[in-house]
């Protein structure tokens, strides 16, 4: 059941003993790039009065700006002559970032997912279909290593085409996918189109689904309706890709691979470490990489460590699922709001659709959120008091979760713009 006994259920002192002497020579190893000695330098850090993991927090935060403007090879650690891979950020929130690995970087991550897929079940035997993006995003090259490695025969099938994906399922017995969730959602509507019931005409068990928020309900809409389990993988390119935290099969949090990186969770505010089980900002460390080592990288995404042991018997600790990144947080009317308070609520509600988008609006110094909704076919088609009481419905359940009144437009399946990569749940069309 473990790809690496010894590793994943290594004793927490031995394995904070560990993180501790690889914390060192990764400290050595970045003061070798431009920007770190520079860091250092001005910030009069020895790296040698780093003797403790609590020391870590006397060392500077790195920031996806510090990347940016490092653009491209500000944070090289080694030669240029032993880099073998380059892959980039998606963007999301603005330019993307490139990253470099060496053969070991490369080595260490496929390691990573090969480690992840066999823990929730994943073998040989299986046959792994990749929805996921090819090329500078992680998620294709990245899975598509870790797959092989673990000897299980790889569809590198890419994003989009929905018809030939799920063909491909069929044809050849696909077992285990990957795949973004809000397509996971997307393509439910392609199975009924084409009349294939995933559950009954295909062999999928797993899938693992990640590189974008989704609430605890998307995914048991996800689980209901293809008849599988779906195993949340978080992970971003700055420290590799996925494979930085996996859930095992207790899905009950993610396992943050802490030989490979330290995880602190900050205050974003203070910036000071909170204890286990407070949420704030994700910070991670690299402990392994040579290309690129990043010290102290903040994420911007919100979660908390789940105190206590996992019944899987790892021993690393784990995360909860990501609320989202502190960039998402939308303020209306003075009012902090998450898309994923938004998307719990509304996924609970029978007769919504599988995709929906917040547009924010600003007329005469008054704000205002309109929430367009997909909804069933059924429900579109039937009656409009029906129709109309949905609305109503809906209406009445965000503003007792977010405090605010919305806007909610019913529109019909499948009219929504969706995109081949991660979903765009917000519009913001307010001008300062
Ligand atoms: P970008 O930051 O431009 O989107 P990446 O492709 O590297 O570039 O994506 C990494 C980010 O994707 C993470 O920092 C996080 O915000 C999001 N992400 C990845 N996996 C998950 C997940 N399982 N749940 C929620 N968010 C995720
Ligand atoms: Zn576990």
Redesign the pocket.
């Known amino acids: 059941m473990y790809w690496e006994k010894d590793i994943e259920t290594m004793d927490r002192g031995k394995l904070e003993a560990l993180q501790l002497s690889r914390l060192k020579e990764t400290l050595e190893k970045a003061g070798k790039s431009p920007y770190y000695t520079k860091v250092f330098k001005d910030c009069g850090l020895d790296v040698h009065q780093i003797n403790t993991l609590e020391d870590v927090e006397k060392l500077p935060l790195t920031t996806k700006d510090d990347l940016r403007e490092q653009w491209p090879y500000g944070f090289l650690a080694c030669g240029k002559e032993d880099l073998v891979r380059m892959h980039s950020?998606?963007?999301?929130?603005g330019r993307?970032i490139v990253v470099f690995h060496t053969k070991n970087d490369i080595d260490q991550w496929t390691n990573l997912l090969a480690r992840s897929m066999y823990m929730t079940g994943m073998r040989k035997s299986d046959v792994f279909q990749n929805l996921m993006t090819y090329g500078l995003?992680?998620g294709g090259l990245g899975f598509h290593y870790g797959a092989e490695k673990l000897g299980a025969l790889v569809i590198p099938a890419s994003a989009g085409n929905s018809k030939r994906q799920i063909q491909l399922m069929i044809d050849f017995d696909t077992t285990y996918i990957h795949i973004i969730p809000s397509y996971a959602l997307h393509l439910t509507s392609v199975f009924e189109e084409m009349k294939v019931d995933p559950r009954k005409d295909t062999k999928i068990k797993g899938a693992f689904v990640?590189?974008?928020?989704?609430s605890e309900k998307m995914r048991l809409i996800i689980e209901d309706f293809y008849g599988f389990k779906a195993y949340?993988?978080?992970?971003?390119?700055e420290m590799c890709g996925p494979g930085v935290a996996f859930e095992c099969p207790c899905q009950n949090g993610l396992h943050v691979w802490e030989d490979n990186f330290i995880m602190e969770i900050i205050d974003p505010v203070s910036l000071r470490r909170v204890p286990d089980g407070e949420e704030g900002e994700l910070v991670m460390t690299t402990l392994l990489r040579e290309g690129m080592p990043i010290i102290r990288y903040r994420?911007r995404?919100l979660t908390r460590i789940i105190p206590g042991p996992c019944e899987c018997g790892r021993t690393h600790r784990r995360i909860e699922?990501?609320k989202g990144?502190s960039d998402d947080m939308i303020i209306i009317k003075g009012v902090n709001i998450f898309p994923i308070q938004i998307e719990r609520k509304l996924m609970g509600i029978p007769g919504v659709g599988t995709n929906y988008l917040i547009i924010l609006e600003r007329e005469d110094f008054n704000d205002t959120m309109i929430v367009k909704v997909e909804v069933q076919k059924e429900f579109f088609l039937g009656n409009l008091k029906q129709l109309e009481n949905l609305r109503r419905r809906i209406v009445e359940e965000l503003k007792s979760d977010i405090l605010i009144t919305p806007k909610v437009d019913l529109v019909g399946p499948d009219s929504l713009d969706k995109s081949e990569g991660?979903a765009v749940r917000v519009k913001d069309n307010r001008k300062d």
């Not at 950020?89 to 929130?93: F, K, R």
């Not at 990640?210 to 989704?214: V, Y």
Request: charged share 20%; proline share 4%.
């Open positions: 950020s998606s963007g999301t929130t993307a995003f992680t990640g590189a974008e928020p989704h949340n993988s978080y992970g971003l390119s994420t995404d699922r990501i990144r991660k």
